[in-house]
Structures are given as C-alpha cells and as structure tokens.
C-alpha cells in the first residue's frame, strides 16, 4: 500500500512540504502545478530532489481544459499537453492528471472527448507517459465518475484511464459501489478528501472545505471499499483544499494526514476482511473504560491553592507517592494527581505552562493493545527514566504538549495505586462527586480537526456536530466527542481570537490544553449543600439568568429559587434535563463543572454557555493587569 498526497493540502513554502511529506512517512507525492511553478529550482532539479529525500513523484495535476474544444483552440489544448508532458518527463515521473473540462467553448459529447483521449494516447505512448481522467464535480459536460469512466472505455488506449475522487463522488451523492463495475487496471490513480455535510456550492466547498478521512461525514469506508474491490493497487493519495490547514504547521498537517490513510484502510480492511488488503496489522479502535486518573504539574506556592480548592470540592488527599513529590487526591471513582516535582516532565509542563493538567490516565482493556494502535498511527511514544519502585506504564505524546497514560487491568497497571502510592488518609463521602463527566480541551480553531482525528481514530468515539458558542467578544467552535457507552467523553474548543475566555486562556498558560474538568454527581442540589458546608465558592451567576429561565422553561418558584440559592445552571432536551455549577475561574482560567445529567440528557448545556463565560469574566484579572 503506497500513500502519498498532494503538495497543495500542505502549507508552507515548497521544500517545507516536501520534508513535512517525508517526515510524516509516505512513500510519494503529487506536485501540484503551482508548487511548482511557484518554486526557484528548475523540474528535473526538483524531481532529484523528491528522490533525494525518499519520496517519489506520484502524478503531476493539474491539466484544465483539454477535451471537447473545437478548431485552433483543441490544437492548442494539444500543444499544452506536450509541454506538460515535457516537463513530467523532466521531473521524472509518468503520469498526468487531466480534470473534465469546464471551457466556456468546450462542445459536449461522450465520442468526441473519447477521441480526444484516444490521440492524446497515441502521443502519450510515444514516450512512455500515461494519463489519467478526473470528473470534476462541477465539470462543464462531464461530472460524474461514470461519465468520465465511459470516455476513458471508449478512448480504449492503454496509456489512458481513469482518476477517482471520493470528494467528487460523494459531494454529487452518487452510489460508490458503482466504481466496482469499473476494470482495477484502467483505474490509474486515487484521489481521498472528506468533507462536512454542508450544503454550499459545490466548487466553493471543494477549494475551501475539504479535510481529511474521517474529519469530515462523507462515506469515505463506503468508496474505499469500492475502489479496492475492483483491484486497484496503486498509491492511494490525499487531495485537500482546506482554509484552516493553510493556517496550520506543514509537519502536523501531514502526520494527520498519514494517520487518516492509515486508520481508514484499517477501517476498510476490518468492514470488509474479503478484500485481503496489504495493510499493517494494528489493534481496533480502543474502548475507553473512563478515565484512571487526571494529574496536574504544579509548583509548592501555587499548589496550595489547587489542594485547598480540591479540599472544597470533597476531595480528600487520600495518598501519596512513594518516590515522588505527587499528591491523590480522591472521591467516589475521581483521581486527581497533584505534581509538585521540580524535574522530569512535569516540571517542564509546570515551567511552560504554569498550573496545567500535563497528563491524563484512560482506563482501557490491554493497555500494550492501545499503545501499538497509537505507534501504529504514528503518534510518539512518552518515556522518561523511572524508578524501580515504579510500574512501567505505556504512555504517548497527546496533541498540544499532554501525555496520555494507559492504565488496564490485564496487566496489572492498575494496582499501581497500592504499589506506587502510600495511603494517609481513607477518602470521605465528599460531596457526592461520582466521576468524571467530560473533560474539556481548549485549542486554536485551525487545530480542532487534528485533534478530532487524534482521538476519534485512536479510540471508539463518535463525533456530534459542531456548534457555536457565544463568548461576549467571539466565538468559539465546540465539538463533543464520545464513546458509546458514554464512559469517555471529551470536549474540544476551537478559539478564533485571544479575545475570548478560552483564547485568553491559551495565551495566558502558553498553549496548555485542558481548561475545565466536569464532574458527575446524582443529586446536584445535595452536592450544592456539602460544597457550601465544605467553603466552597461557586461561580456567581446573575439574577437575570433565573427572570429568563422561569420564561424558557416550565419550572416552578420553588425550584427556581434553588438553582438560584445555589448558582446552579439549568437546561433540557427531549431527552431530560441537565444541572451545571462552577467553580471560580483558577491557574490563568481553567475551572471546574458539576453536572447531573437526568433522562438520557446528551447535550453539554450549550445555551447556558454566554451566561458562564460573562460571570467568569467578571472575575478574571482585567485585561492589561500583569499578574501577582
């Protein structure tokens, strides 16, 4: 199975790409016309530069405009190609993307553009090129696959055949398994590109909106499947035309990349084993158990603080490390780390960061299982010198700068709570916190797709639909991702500008990640009591948020006046209902959520969402005030 991918879905200037190309490990690559015109050296110097590097040229595209013209304008189409084909015999490669015409003048007709092929061809063989044909999803006459299909089977020459674009197949929402009536051999070249389900034109979604498999709703396993019953066998490459990827880091954009090819032929090969695709062997998708444990890297003056607001919560310092300076803190199945190390890797984060959670622990099955489905999916493996008296405990590198541990029982990792940890004190009841309900990542908007198809090719979670929230100066993106049984729930939140509380909060704690963790309780109005009891300060939340509730819902006085008693947030679904209460803003804006979620509620009180940002403001440093 090669992979490879077109220059144009990664940013930066050309040899950024090509090293971003080679680093992230396809075998090849596809110029795009502008890439290199763009670029100073000269075609045969880049071809031995690709190879240099490891890489092969995979296809040049595009050629626009070449079928169907009349008189001097189709000798001319001609003359082009010869010097298309010049420069990819320069380059050192041997085929050519021609994409279906859209020339104001070009004259339809499946035999006349056949015939076209057909002589292109014969000019082709002469020097040993090949050339493929692409139905544009907007094409002038030909816009479907089988359309093109038909030219290409009428042209009938060997040095032609045909190129398929799940983007284009999939946006005109045209049957895949019609590809499988398609000869494997006369298919020349695959394009793959995912993309959300809006509905735009078609052209403008193309340039601007695709993304990579599995980030988008297309049914990418659906056409890959077809393709590869047919018996294709060549590369297998990325085309993507994404405004946030232009934004991004070429070397992240094409380790995404390479992740997504992977983790969508191991999907195809598992959906349909009979296809005895060459694709690695790799673990399935992970199912998350929960999560084992959440650690915060910190410092002695500003952990204090974070222990004594834990204190508040119910929390209870139940155990403490036997070689390091790491504080548990429990209650009910909650495990908080405190991390107060002065080296290794928390005490990196801790100087980078500041009070940050540096490191997550998710319960799974077999823990080794996990870890070669992470390596298998390129992302890198955490290590760092341990002590004798320390389990070894697979962990990887997350997005951002985190570390995700896997904690099983299988192999016995999760004792390490006895054998690592000194009990000091048994945890109490607390305040009824049970478990953790979702944790809550914070990002740059141009980054939330790579940290979606981080977790959701990793683990076996589905992805909700993205939504705006409303901070009082912007927006920001939020996308819920789950598993199916609800065990492991993540949010992630895409800041557009540092204007908002959670770009703030980025700009504030130099690009940490987490920036809230909900707990889960069954009675919230009796966890709002215990917390009192127990000093805890919740977050203010203004009387005319209640005047507007007692308008939006149907709740009585009494229980208006207990939301309202306790700062407790309310919302409802056709499903049931949903309680929040926060803490106070901490540690450059991260916070802490209660929720009770009652009725199959699924939601993550969006509504409420501009209320809690603008009672959180009103008690953040100013704007311009250094910090003390």
């Known amino acids: 199975m090669k992979t490879s991918i077109a220059t144009v879905s990664i940013s930066g200037n050309f040899e950024e790409k090509l090293e971003a190309i080679a680093a992230a490990g396809f075998h090849g690559l596809e110029i795009f016309e502008q890439d290199l015109i763009a670029h100073d050296a000269n075609p045969r110097e880049v071809g031995e530069m690709i190879r240099s590097m490891g890489l092969e ?88 696959h089988r359309d093109a299909w038909e030219v290409v089977r009428r042209a009938d020459h060997d040095n032609i055949g045909l190129i398929l674009d799940s983007f284009h197949t999939l946006v005109r929402k045209i049957d895949p398994d019609t590809i499988r009536r398609i000869p494997g051999n006369k298919i020349f070249f695959v394009h793959f590109a995912d993309a959300p389900a809006i509905e735009m034109d078609m052209l403008y979604r193309s340039r601007h909106f695709r993304n990579m498999p599995g980030e988008g ?165 955490f290590q760092q010198a341990i002590d004798p008296k320390q389990l070894k405990i697979p962990a990887i590198h997350s997005q951002s700068s985190g570390i995700l541990h896997y904690i099983d029982d299988k192999n016995g990792l999760s004792d390490v709570w006895d054998v690592e940890f000194t009990a000091r004190a048994k945890p109490a009841p607390g305040a009824g916190l049970t478990g953790v309900d979702h944790i809550g990542h914070t990002m740059n908007y141009e980054d939330m797709l790579s940290w979606s198809l981080f977790f959701t090719t990793l683990f076996d979670m589905k992805k909700s639909a993205m939504v705006d929230v409303v901070d009082p100066e912007g927006l920001v993106r939020s996308q819920a991702l789950e598993s199916s049984d609800g065990n492991l729930r993540i949010t992630l939140n895409g800041a557009e500008t540092h204007k908002t509380m959670a770009g703030s909060f980025l700009a504030e704690s130099s690009n940490a990640s987490v920036q809230h963790i909900a707990f889960a309780t069954d009675d919230i109005f009796a966890s709002a009591q215990r917390l009192e009891a127990s000093g805890f300060a919740p977050l203010p ?88």
Request: proline letters at 4%; charged letters at 25%; one cysteine or more.
């Open 57 to 144: 040229i995979t296809i040049f595209q595009p050629f626009r405009d070449f079928e169907g013209l009349p008189g001097h304008l189709r000798a001319k189409a001609f003359d082009r190609a010869e010097h298309k084909f010049d420069l990819i015999q320069e380059l050192g490669t041997d085929l050519m993307l021609i994409c279906s015409s859209c020339h104001p003048e070009a004259i339809g007709g499946i035999d006349r553009a056949a015939a076209d092929f057909h002589e292109l061809g014969d000019r082709a063989k002469k020097r040993g090129l090949r050339v493929g044909y692409e139905a544009l999803a907007w094409g002038r006459y030909v816009n479907d």
């Open 217 to 381: 709703d297309l049914d990418m396993i659906g056409f890959t499947r077809a393709v590869m019953a047919t018996g294709y066998s060549g590369p297998i490459s990325l085309e993507i035309f994404n405004d946030q990827f232009r934004a991004g880091q070429p070397k992240t954009i094409a380790k995404d990349g390479y992740r997504s090819l992977l983790a969508l032929m191991d999907d195809v090969n598992r959906a349909e084993p009979a296809l005895a695709l060459n694709v690695p062997d790799a673990p399935a998708r992970i199912q998350a158990k929960g999560l084992s444990f959440i650690e915060f890297a910190s410092n002695a003056d500003e952990a204090e603080s974070l222990d004594a607001l834990l204190a508040s919560l119910g929390f209870t310092h139940s155990a403490d490390h036997v070689t390091l300076d790491l504080a548990l803190w429990a209650q009910g199945d909650i495990r908080i780390l405190v991390n107060r190390e002065t080296k290794g890797y928390a005490s990196s984060a801790f100087t980078l960061h500041g009070t940050n959670v540096c490191d997550i622990g998710i319960a799974v099955e077999d823990a080794q299982a996990a870890a070669a489905r992470a390596k298998f999916l390129g992302a890198d493996l």
């Open 541 to 628: 939340i203004a009387n005319n948020y209640y005047a507007d509730l007692a308008a939006r819902f149907d709740i009585d006085d009494a229980m208006l006046e207990r939301l309202r008693r306790h700062n407790i947030l309310y919302d409802e679904d056709a499903q049931g209902t949903f309680f929040q209460l926060y803490s106070r803003p901490f540690a450059d804006g991260m916070f802490f959520e209660i929720v009770q979620r009652s009725g199959g509620y699924e939601g993550y009180g969006g509504p409420n969402a501009p209320f809690r940002i603008a009672a959180q403001k009103r008690l953040m440093r100013p704007k311009g005030m250094p910090k003390i």
